[in-house]
């Protein structure tokens, strides 16, 4: 789309106002929120057993950043209705995100403060509220409308588009008025908007703004930056040492001096303790904490009012940087994307300082990494050529694959790993259907698939279990793990008796040792999704497994060590032969649960039961009949 200056512009997540959610063809990034709700079984519940559903989604990947700047729920609390779908609580989400919106400048402002040669873009990323986004599309239907009534040249176009839809022009007006009625109501930012960097008068509430250049196979990166943030980080660390100052002070009391006062903020700059008049400041001192937090929130006001991204640095760069990934990924020609340095800050101008440098050295190359790693791939300083000079930069390389999962869409509030793009060859297939057919005691369960979606996020997963079933994808990073990891979710379903289930969802519930080691292995591992998912006793249960037949993770609880070490270890066989006694059954154990899986005489079990009564010798199993 064009604006009235002749920029360029896109929405980089679906476009909405209260009435309606409309996704634009071009949207690379989604609410993961949103599509958790709209693919979730629940179909319509009180707000209240909405809004806990909701919170529980924190540990299925949804960040709690999107749950504040969507403010669905404060919208759940404030409702009225005795419940709603779960399509009104989605359209409750989009309704309070906020939409980013990327200008292409038809006119760059700062061509010359930038590295010669090649296709020198200037991008905006703005961030429309719910009256800008009405007001966006009042202005594009009313263009629609005069291209319609006046426009010769698309006169053939209009006369076909009225012979399919003669209503139309009426349904435009009807929708025109429908907005106009809402503009009132839409909510916008309270406080007064930024306005461009640039000009003042491309565009209001400027998030960010990069400048790049497109250099045959080199993407490259001249700046990514946010006046915004900048203002407002700035603020927010002046309130926070002010809150914590005055506090101090106040505890001082009448003797407190100038002097003081430089001398308790040069010690909270440093971080450091210090003791003045009977009075410490501690920076762990949790109530030092809360006070800094309060001012630090208060900073953000006035001039530089908080907003969706802009208050956390990761953020707002690591949606930008992704966003330009993307771009990159969509141009045939590109192998390389690389960035600047503090030294070549404008053009080799520089300014800026260590931070900088911090910034394009440190933060955004473990930003991308978090992207790259699952692909094989990492930032590493490189060299790049630019006007016959070498230069010394992070880059990485965009190879086939790479580009091909870059440009997948993306969660708006998430730096979630992309895929893979190897893929397992025939050696590795006929490995894991063979576990398989031992662990299952058979493989016709188990397919494998070259493309596997996750329908909530719409990005490529390694396994799933649905419908009775394993799906695999060929291109999974460890697909042995993957494949135990379904084949836990099998066995559970079909093989383990009731008793065995409930010992599970005890051993594996969220406070438990066992869950808190399978989460902690997996983020040791980098899967920070996976240890998400650890709140769920299941899925807990089935990580544990891959990791624990992986050689990743012992299950053995470590036993006292000295005098205790024997007295640890009667304890045990007595409650084991208690639980055995009063059962009638032998105890059973999650390793024993888990070691019959690996081996296959779980599998046997199972057979043995479909074919009739049968007694099966399992160490630490008792022997199980059927009606």
């Excluded at 599509?35 to 960040?63: C, D, E, F, H, Y």
């Excluded at 762990?284 to 937090?293: G, R, T, V």
């Amino acid at each position: 789309m064009i604006n009235s200056k002749g920029d360029r512009y896109c929405y980089l997540n679906a476009r909405h106002t209260l009435e309606t959610v409309g996704a634009t063809g071009d949207a690379g990034f989604f609410s993961k929120l949103h599509n958790l709700l709209i693919n979730g079984n629940q179909g319509k519940a009180p707000p209240k057993q909405w809004a806990s559903m909701i919170r529980a989604l924190q540990t299925k990947g949804v960040r709690r950043s999107e749950l504040e700047d969507s403010k669905i729920l404060e919208s759940l609390e404030a409702s009225a209705d005795k419940s709603l779908t779960k399509e009104q609580v989605a359209g409750l989400v989009l309704s309070g995100l906020p939409t980013v919106k990327e200008l292409e400048l038809a006119s760059p402002r700062y061509a010359s403060w930038r590295h010669a040669g090649g296709n020198y873009k200037e991008l905006l990323y703005v961030l429309n509220s719910q009256r800008d986004n009405v007001q966006d599309e009042l202005s594009e239907l009313e263009f629609r409308i005069e291209a319609m009534q006046y426009d010769a040249a698309d006169l053939a176009f209009s006369l076909e588009t009225l012979m399919d839809d003669p209503d139309l022009p009426g349904k435009m007006q009807a929708q025109m008025k429908a907005l106009r009625d809402l503009l009132p109501k839409a909510w916008d930012y309270a406080t007064p908007h930024f306005h461009d960097a640039l000009d003042g008068s491309v565009d209001k509430n400027i998030m960010a703004h990069a400048r790049i250049t497109e250099r045959g196979e080199l993407f490259f990166v001249e700046e990514i930056q946010s006046d915004w943030a900048q203002a407002g980080g700035k603020a927010s660390r002046a309130g926070a040492r002010e809150a914590v100052i005055r506090l101090l002070m106040g505890r001082m009391g009448e003797g407190a001096n100038f002097s003081d006062r430089n001398l308790l903020e040069s010690a909270i700059r440093a971080k450091a303790s210090v003791e003045l008049r009977g009075v410490k400041y501690d920076p762990k001192d949790p109530e030092m904490i809360a006070a800094a937090e309060e001012g630090r929130k208060a900073g953000w006001s006035g001039r530089t009012p908080a907003a969706p991204f802009v208050t956390n640095t990761e953020e707002w760069s690591g949606l930008i940087l992704r966003r330009l990934m993307q771009r990159a990924a969509a141009i045939p020609t590109v192998n390389q994307f690389a960035w600047i340095t503090q030294s070549m800050r404008n053009g080799g101008r520089a300014g800026g300082g260590a931070s900088l440098d911090d910034f394009y050295k440190n933060i955004l190359p473990k930003l991308a990494d978090k992207l790259l790693k699952p692909l094989g791939a990492q930032v590493t300083m490189g060299q790049v050529y630019l006007n016959g000079t070498m230069h010394d930069v992070p880059q990485f390389e965009m190879t086939p694959a790479i580009k091909e999962a870059l440009r997948g869409p993306m969660p708006l509030y998430s730096m979630s790993p992309v895929w893979k793009g190897a893929r397992n060859g025939e050696a590795e297939v006929n490995r894991v259907l063979a576990e398989c057919e031992l662990m299952m005691g058979t493989a016709r369960h188990v397919k494998l698939l070259d493309a596997l979606y996750d329908i909530a996020t719409h990005r490529q997963v390694a396994g799933k279990y649905i419908n009775n079933g394993i799906l695999l994808n060929l291109h999974a990073q460890n697909l042995d793990r993957a494949a135990r990891h379904e084949a836990w979710h099998f066995a559970a379903e079909n093989m383990l008796t009731v008793e065995e289930r409930v010992t599970m969802q005890r051993e594996f519930a969220a406070h438990k040792p066992l869950a808190r080691r399978t989460q902690q292995t997996l983020i040791e591992l980098g899967e920070l999704e996976a240890a998400r998912q650890c709140s769920h006793p299941e899925e807990c249960a089935a990580h544990a497994f891959a990791l624990w037949t992986s050689g990743e993770m012992d299950i053995t609880e470590p036993a006292p060590k000295g005098l205790f070490q024997e007295v640890w270890a009667v304890l045990k066989d007595c409650g084991r032969w208690l639980a055995e006694r009063v059962s009638g059954e032998k105890a059973v154990t999650t390793e024993s649960m888990f070691e019959a899986l690996r081996t296959g005489e779980l599998a046997k079990m199972r057979e043995s039961r479909v074919r009739g009564p049968q007694e099966v010798d399992i160490e630490h199993r008792a022997p199980r009949m059927v009606a």
